[in-house]
């Protein structure tokens, strides 16, 4: 769990300065649970303003407070972090998050730009699939109603 003074922290290493509404979304988000969407903190701080909401995560996001996940279904949401550079592994069955680090695509990236053209600034790389959790609950149930099969394709 990340504490609302290593965020804080983090943020004024930024040179950002914590304005009213930043701090009470700050203490907002640490009291939410996990990963929480954009509407869900607007309605959890109903004293800012929704544009002050979405403008905030923004900063967040580049303070390296607040990291966005991109659900299987293209929805967005947001979870506290503290490890700097790293990707999702996203469970589309339970919607578990767990984040990886030491995507080794410095290669491909120089490659690309070398190629392109293009000057590089970011990435974005979110992984989905079902969690081992997942797949043993699935063994489980599926060994427990054993019934007989017809035949074999
Ligand atoms: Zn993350
Ligand atoms: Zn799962
Ligand atoms: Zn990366």
């Known amino acids: 769990m990340v504490s609302t003074i290593a965020m804080e922290r983090n943020l004024e290493r930024m040179g950002r300065r914590l304005t009213g509404p930043r701090r009470e979304l700050l203490s907002v988000i640490s009291g939410l649970e996990g990963h929480f969407s954009a509407e869900e903190l607007a309605s959890a701080a109903p004293g800012v303003g929704r544009a002050t909401v979405f403008r905030t995560l ?12 991109v659900r299987p279904d293209g929805t967005l949401e947001y979870r506290l972090t503290a490890v700097g550079h790293h990707h999702h592994l996203v469970c589309a069955e339970c919607g578990s998050v767990d984040d990886f680090s030491g995507c080794d695509i410095s290669d491909l990236l120089s490659e690309l730009a070398l190629r392109t053209g293009y000057e590089v600034s970011a990435h974005r790389l979110e992984v989905y699939g079902r969690c081992a959790a997942c797949q043993a609950r699935g063994e489980a149930s599926a060994r427990t109603p054993r019934r007989p099969k017809a035949g074999r394709e």
């Open 58 to 69: 923004r900063l967040l996001q580049d303070a390296g407070v607040v990291c966005q996940v």
